[in-house]
């Protein structure tokens, strides 16, 4: 039992790790050995838990993805009001991507090669669901004159486009345009600043 406790403690504290070194370093840049380092432990019980980096990594992933999408259903699903949930929306892709910077490149470079691999984790069922009950919320709106006429999927994609780039095109963004600056900070803003921008573009 205690055996058993100990094996779950190694395993978090090895995922908790890599996670770490991964959001700083990315996939190619974490090293197995500074893994094993950075957890306290050695290279051998590290292999043991998880046989290479590609194995650690798909773990830390596939955690990380179903933070960001699997309240997504929720989200999209729920009865507030329309620029509450597109708020709601926007702070939950910032608040995980904060705590997972590498997720974006690595979704992208995953829908590229094996979107299924995605489709599988994702609530498709509970996703589509509540997109359509956002969508109709969305139509709804306009009809009333709350906000202009607008493609309610175009919405949806500026939401998540607007969301997700400043973290997938960081390295890009921090030198041309944040240079000298600390640029999670621009980050750790962007969440209302999006949703602003976002609500003010389609009010009335």
């Not at 050995?33 to 830390?60: M, P, T």
């Not at 006429?149 to 400043?166: M, Q």
Request: aromatic content about 10%.
């Amino acid at each position: 039992m205690k055996e058993n406790k100990k094996s779950v403690e190694t395993q978090e504290l090895i995922l908790k790790t890599a996670k770490d070194i991964f959001a700083q370093k990315g996939y190619a840049g974490a090293r197995m050995q500074e893994i094993a380092d950075a957890a306290g432990i050695n290279k051998a019980l590290l292999h043991y838990y998880y046989r290479s980096k590609e194995k650690l990594f798909d773990q830390v992933f596939e955690e990380a993805f179903k933070k960001l999408a699997g309240p997504l259903a929720t989200f999209l699903a729920d009865d507030s009001e329309l620029f509450q949930k597109i708020r709601n929306i926007c702070k939950h892709y910032n608040n995980v991507l904060m705590e997972y910077p590498f997720l974006p490149n690595f979704i992208l470079n995953e829908v590229n090669t094996d979107p299924t691999r995605i489709l599988k984790l994702i609530n498709v069922e509970g996703v589509m669901l509540g997109k359509e009950k956002t969508l109709a919320q969305i139509s709804k709106a306009v009809e009333d004159g709350v906000i202009r006429e607008i493609d309610p999927r175009e919405l949806i994609l500026n939401i998540i486009s607007l969301s997700i780039f400043p973290f997938a095109g960081k390295p890009i963004a921090s030198e041309l345009l944040y240079k000298n600056v600390d640029y999670n900070k621009i980050l750790n803003t962007r969440a209302d600043k999006v949703s602003d921008f976002i609500i003010q573009s389609i009010k009335k």
